[in-house]
């Protein structure tokens, strides 16, 4: 095992490989209680007619699964200490944008991502993945991410109480002195104290604390089961196999639009978070990325897993950076978080203390985070800052991810042609344009 790892070559044991698994674990350990909770639109109370809530425990479950599936595929196929789950980002678009917005049944849903995975399967063994990326200007690119991050902080805004509904300006500041808007009022400061003190793992032991807090005072009632810890595995039977079941209901325009937002959003993330991760360990080549075919393979091959299983598109995570800053170097890492993600399975009974008030700080937290690469857009040329500004504004003002990017991708072939820049323009954008121009057409 040490001679396939290549633990000589990376200068690397098994002692540093497993604390290294442990800490991107931990680092990422929030979207066990995360993910269910935004799918299952716990807090939600109004659900669009004929739309139904999916399964809460069968969701736990499915991303325990489908984290210790992709973070296997990345560790024994590509070699890489790069931690998978389900993104937090595509989570909230399934749940808010997607069933919530649109009011296409969760199961319709499943079948829209894995549509996309098998989709980015197929981009991958053709190597087409490459075209498209040069394809997408890296502003935009940039510009998805921040937008995402925007919609995500907004969400957790909202489930925290600060943020409410106001017939006079349609938003408005919530009621502090409210018990739980306090309780995730003191989430948030304890989350962004633990991460400005460089606690590994600070968004998850955040929760946590939060959690505790609010069973102390009474806010939230303890969970049953051993101990108020672990209890049996959720069964998965609510999710299994709804994605192929439905499979024939994604033949439609709102559908279309909703698979390439999956893909879209993955495939960059992806990406970006393979370069991320493989610089700082210093497993690039050449400011090349060795075996990057077999890294995004793994990835859409956890998507379509996840998929069958019962959840959203599952990821590469940018804090498997907390294990490689931890010391690890080899694909060892990332088998050590997917065995921890079997390990976590038995600790469901968690999921009922994990409220929308502890829930809130991780999403404003993330988003903050995602929100970093504002300082990369070129905002001093405004046929650029026209469509990444519309893009990220509109994410959280539309309420989705999916109309923020249609409206980017509209304006940028706009404002480029105005300003005489035609000859940079990759005609995959017309294309794209095309297509989003339809999608408004027949949205309204």
Known sequence: MKKYFRFEELGTNYKTEFM?????????????????????????????EGVTRIDQGAVFTATAISGAIGSLFMGVIAKYPIGLAPGIGLSAFFAYTVVLGYGIPWQTALSGVLASGLIFVLLTLTGLREKIINAIPANLKLAVGVGIGFFIAFIGFQNAGIIVGNESTLVAIGDLTSPTVMLATFGIVISVVLLSLNIKGGIFFGMILTAIVGMVTGLID????????????????????QAFAHFGDIFNMDMLVVILTFLFVDFFDTAG????????????KDNKL????????????????????????????????AGVAAGGRSGFTAVVTAGLFILALFFSPLLSV???????????????????SLKDIEWDKFEIAVPAFLTIAAMPLTYSIATGIAIGFIFY????????????????????????????????
């Open 20 to 48: 290294a698994g442990l800490t991107t674990f931990l680092a990422m350990a929030y979207i066990l209680f995360v993910n269910p909770a935004n799918l299952a639109l716990v807090g939600v109370e109004n659900l669009p």
């Open 222 to 241: 303890p969970p049953s089961g051993l101990g108020g810890i672990v209890g049996e595995v959720p069964s998965l039977a609510p999710t299994f196999g």
């Open 273 to 284: 978070t393979l370069v991320a991760v493989a610089t700082q360990a210093g497993l690039m």
């Open 290 to 321: 060795p075996r990057a075919g077999k890294a995004l393979f793994a990835d859409s091959a956890a998507t379509v897993a996840g998929a069958v299983v019962g959840t959203s598109t599952t990821t590469s995570y940018i804090e498997s950076s």
């Open 354 to 372: 994990i409220t929308p008030e502890v829930t809130a700080p991780a999403l404003i937290i993330v988003g903050v985070l995602m929100s970093s």
């Open 413 to 444: 072939p706009i404002t480029m042609i105005m300003k005489g820049r035609i000859k940079e323009i990759n005609p995959i954008m017309y294309l794209l344009f095309v297509i989003f121009v339809l999608y408004f057409v027949f949205l309204s």
